[in-house]
């Protein structure tokens, strides 16, 4: 039976992340930079990361970016997505490893790291260093979003927490 409930959630945070995705893909915020997003199904992730672990936010986060690139991208997309996520993930987990920070310092530092490491890529696609000068408009924005993120993500997190030790 635990078998399939951890089989339940998993499907269930899939679907909830893809959807998120496919939502920011329809409703495109006017942003500084083409392309930039609030990262919506990062909730998804940073809540895999603290309720169920490393190993688990990073399967739900690569099938998610398998399905989003497979539906509505492209190659070059994929590469950008998982070289963001990865860098993304890699660094939630070491900061939320050391206990010092909170799900939004570790959500707002997924946030920068996840453009550090599109930009990485763009840089090696594009062939050009120019590019790295966009990272200050990332970084600032990657604050903001980060912080909403983290919040969305901690209040989510809380309540699911509440619900599992207040059920019979």
Do not use: C, W
Not at 92 to 99: C, H, I, V
Not at 105 to 116: D, E
């Amino acid at each position: 039976m635990i078998k399939n409930n951890k089989i339940s959630l998993y499907g269930m945070l899939i679907a909830v992340a893809f959807l998120l995705s496919y939502i920011e893909s329809i409703f495109p915020l006017p942003m500084l930079v083409p392309g930039m997003k609030i990262g919506l199904a990062n909730i998804v992730a940073l809540f895999a990361l603290y309720r169920m672990g490393a190993k688990e936010a990073a399967i739900l986060s690569f099938i998610r970016i398998l399905l989003v690139a497979f539906t509505f991208a492209n190659l070059y997309s994929l590469l950008y997505s998982i070289a963001g996520a990865g860098l993304s993930l890699l660094m939630m987990m070491l900061l939320k490893r050391t206990g010092k920070f909170s799900i939004i310092g570790v959500s707002i530092v997924g946030a920068i790291m996840h453009n550090v490491g599109q930009i990485l890529v763009a840089i090696m696609v594009i062939d050009s260093v120019n590019l790295v000068y966009i990272l200050p408009i990332l970084s600032l924005t990657g604050i903001g979003t980060g912080t909403i993120i983290g919040i969305l993500a901690g209040i989510i997190t809380k309540r699911f927490q509440y619900m599992e030790n207040h059920t019979d």
